[in-house]
């Protein structure tokens, strides 16, 4: 019985979701499949700061797109962060199902906005700003086109402050950005991208301690969507890379900074580099290591477990990274022994006992999954992947748990076609698309879009069309009937 390698990795693994632009148009649909491409040059076109026509491009893929296209919410944190306000309302506003969009609404306000709305021609001015501070080098002369600007200085907008803070962070003038990140957090307290940079900017002063307490403060926030959550690790990682007086526990921070980032590469090469003759670190450089390679090989992960645990013991990275390669490897019996002795060494967290329930899932025993699922699901209310299974092995209100899936991670494309199922079986093609859509988008490579797609035509009396997509489907799965059929064997 093969379980989907795909799958598991989506649910447990976290990855910078950056893929190769799938330039096509769908017969019969008129959906462009090059919006990816044009999302893709839009923040290059940002980041070269040209930011007047990124806008452009941004604005018109949102106005282009479906009030169903809910990737579009993710999307909006990365124009939340740079500053583009006005283009993340428009996402907000469009998207019409607010049972999903709105956590995302609500951490992404509460993450990035200012207290004082700006108008359009004052946030470009910012954007280019931030533009020019993040990606130009070009730190020094934003600082002094913002001081320069008067009539917005006037406005006294805690904003223009964290630009001005960010700036001069940038330039290691920590005496100015503590200045001005301090006026900013006077005027809007609850920001948390301020309190971040407040963190990195007391960690160049030496000052461990405020900076520990802000983490931890920061820590407090209940941040519901995935993404988010990943920055505030991210940061604590970073806080211990900065606070950490050996070298080699610096960079094992350092490497873990980079992971959660996104940048896998860069944390694979700081982690090799950190290596020693120090058991104990390399214990914990190995299970690092391990668990980055989940993304590519299982025989590298497994490989840097096992160093791990022979360099000096067992480790909840280690020891979760092989659950998951027996997992995937069917061996539910190992599997469940090694998941259940990570669940000792993990602190906070519950992803042990989610892929414990895959488990129980797998090997016919649902009652327990779902038992284990609804325990989940309560304790920590963002295991997405949690009311996924609910909604298809319990006689719960499928529509609603899917939907409340996504509300957390947008990006959990198995919601997606299993709401599109839904609505095909009541006959609502039109919206079965739409779901199915967000799902391509997230990744055009699976072969289920163009087996529903079928299903769709062939439900229509559209033979030749159906025949066409299921070869599509065919092409990237020679073997999509099995698969399928087995995981309707798992559901109620």
């Known amino acids: 019985m093969k379980i989907s390698k795909k799958l598991i990795l989506f649910s447990f693994v976290f990855i910078s979701a950056v893929s190769v632009v799938f330039a096509n148009v769908i017969e019969g649909y008129g959906v462009d499949y090059n919006r990816k491409d044009v999302y893709t040059l839009a923040k290059n076109k940002f980041a070269l700061t040209n930011v007047k026509s990124a806008h452009d491009e941004f604005s018109a893929l949102i106005s282009d797109s479906s009030s169903k296209d809910f990737v579009l919410l993710d999307i909006a944190i990365i124009l939340a962060e740079y500053g583009l306000f006005d283009l993340t309302d428009s996402i907000f506003s469009k998207i019409d199902d607010y049972s999903i969009s709105k956590n995302y609404i609500e951490d992404i306000r509460h993450f990035y906005y200012p207290a004082k709305r700006i108008g359009v021609s004052e946030l470009l001015f910012l954007a280019e700003a931030y533009s020019n501070i993040m990606y130009n080098n070009y730190a020094q002369e934003a600082v002094l086109d913002v001081i320069n600007n008067t ?43 301020y309190k971040i940079l407040k963190t990195k900017i007391l960690l160049e002063r030496k000052n461990k301690k405020p900076a520990l307490k802000l983490l931890e403060e920061i820590k407090k926030e209940n941040f519901k969507i995935v993404e988010l959550q990943n920055k505030i690790s991210a940061l604590e990682q970073y806080v211990l890379y900065k606070t950490e007086k050996n070298d080699k526990l610096k960079d094992y921070h350092l490497g873990y900074y980079y992971f959660l980032d996104g940048k896998t590469g860069f944390a694979q090469k700081v982690l090799l580099n950190a290596l020693s003759n120090n058991k104990k670190v390399n214990r914990d450089i190995y299970a690092l290591l391990a668990l980055s390679y989940l993304s590519g090989s299982d025989k590298q992960a497994k490989e840097n477990a096992l160093k ?60 327990n999954a779902v038992k284990l699922w609804n325990k989940l699901v309560k304790k920590v209310p963002e295991t997405y992947e949690g009311y996924y299974y609910l909604a298809i092995d319990t006689d719960a209100d499928s529509e609603s748990l899917l939907k409340t899936s996504l509300s957390y991670n947008v990006n959990y494309s198995p919601a997606y ?76």
């Open 151 to 193: 009539e917005l200085i006037r406005e006294h907008n805690d904003y223009v402050f964290y630009i001005l803070a960010l700036g001069y962070y940038e330039i290691k003038d920590i005496d100015q950005a503590e200045n001005y990140i301090s006026i900013a957090m006077s005027l809007n307290p609850n920001n948390v991208n």
């Open 308 to 367: 791990s645990i022979k360099s000096g013991g067992e480790t909840f990275n280690s020891l979760y990274t092989l659950g998951i390669v027996e997992l995937r490897n069917e061996n539910y019996k190992q599997g469940l022994k090694l998941l259940n002795k990570a669940k000792r060494y993990e602190k906070g967290t519950y992803n042990s006992e989610r892929l414990i329930a895959l488990i129980y899932r797998f090997t016919g025993k649902n009652k």
């Open 417 to 492: 076609y299993k709401l599109g199922e839904i609505y095909i079986d009541r006959e609502n093609f039109e919206l079965a698309k739409k779901y199915l859509y967000n799902a391509h988008y997230i990744d055009e490579n699976d072969f289920r879009y163009y087996y529903y797609l079928s299903q769709i035509e062939l439900l229509q009396g559209h033979e030749e069309q159906a025949e066409s997509y299921l070869n599509n489907c065919e092409r990237l799965e020679p073997n999509y009937r099995d698969i399928l059929d087995r995981e309707k064997g798992f559901e109620k």
